[in-house]
């Protein structure tokens, strides 16, 4: 349950950070690609050792991205007194990042300041001479670059939000492009900047999806094996209901690891494609919809673990599908009807 301990400790991230860090620093947030911000997140977290660090901004980030996702989300007090009970012994015990220093002045007046560190996806080192590409197609002499440890800073005008492209000069990287809000604030705290090797970018040979029913599986040359072991309607609770002209459906799903090494598995893998052929991701519910809904983890050799999702589907569409799309395995879809 290690991932569902970081979830509880990123909702409330924003209000703990506020109390404990001042009010010197905000994170980004806002946007309308919030599923993919969130799917990106776990993906980051998933291919992490126990014994590393999430930043200050990282939680903050998450609890950003929570907010986007449903802001009616909210939480009891008691809930929120158990879930930062530990939190600040656990933040005072792993210490400061080494190398960050706050910019020695402030900006100018109308102006905002973003800074922030780019680091390789693959190694978490800091990436040197990486172009800062604003308000142009490409970088340019007067355009800032990274220092030798990775880190960056600019200052901007205010305004709601700017787009900002992370390019690397050798083109030994993937380019980013990221946007960021100083929502009101001079200085913005930027997540790090993930960049992948451009060695990296070939994209894998396209391959027809596995298709199959409820009650089928599908299966991979390494050993790791997906069933659909149920799909049917999902009444909603008291605390949670559908979209108007939505009903909610569920499905049940097992992860066989038949392989020789520790396999991962999530729930932002999966999307409901509806007649017109239209995919929704699942269903975020705080206090939950099932009580056997399906978390994101790792499966180890010879283990399984099984879980439902609950979806939104159009009222009367009887032509759904389940996708399964990871980047670790070939496309499979099931038909459910």
Not at 290 to 301: A, K, P
């Amino acid at each position: 349950m290690k991932n569902r301990g970081v979830y509880w400790l990123a909702v409330i991230g924003l209000l703990v950070l506020g109390i404990i860090g001042g009010g010197e620093h905000i994170v980004v947030g806002g946007g309308p690609d919030v599923e993919q911000r969130i799917a990106d997140f776990w993906k980051r977290i998933d291919a992490m050792q126990s014994s590393d660090y999430l930043s200050s901004a990282d939680i903050g980030q998450w609890a950003l991205n929570v907010i986007d996702r449903d802001a009616t989300t909210r939480i009891t007090v008691a809930d929120f007194r158990a879930a930062t009970s530990g939190m600040q012994g656990a933040m005072e015990r792993a210490g400061r990042a080494p190398g960050v220093t706050p910019p020695s002045s402030q900006p100018s007046t109308g102006y905002a300041r973003f800074h922030g560190r780019v680091v390789d996806a693959a190694t978490g080192q800091g990436i040197p001479d990486i172009c800062l590409v604003i308000s142009s197609l490409n970088c340019a002499t007067d355009k800032p670059h990274s220092d030798a440890n990775g880190y960056w800073s600019v200052d901007l005008t205010i305004q709601p939000y700017w787009d900002i492209t992370f390019q690397s000069s050798a083109g030994r990287y993937r380019t980013v492009t990221t946007r960021v809000y100083s929502l009101g604030r001079t200085d913005v705290l930027v997540p790090d900047i993930r960049m992948r090797s451009a060695e990296a970018a070939i994209p894998p040979t396209a391959r027809p999806p596995i298709r199959g029913k409820v009650g089928q599986w599908a299966i991979y040359d390494a050993g790791w094996k997906v069933t659909l072991l149920a799909f049917g309607e999902q009444q909603a609770n008291q605390y949670k209901s559908p979209s108007p002209g939505f009903r909610f459906v569920y499905v049940m799903l097992r992860f066989d690891n038949g392989s020789a090494n520790p396999v991962r598995y999530s729930q932002f893998d999966f999307k409901l494609q509806d007649v017109a052929g239209v995919r929704r991701p699942y269903v975020f519910s705080l206090l939950g919809l099932r009580n056997d809904t399906l978390d994101s983890g790792t499966v180890s050799q010879g283990s399984y673990v099984s879980g439902s999702m609950v979806f939104e589907a159009p009222i009367g569409d009887q032509r759904l599908e389940l996708i399964y799309e990871s980047s670790y395995w070939q496309q499979a879809v099931w038909e459910l009807y």
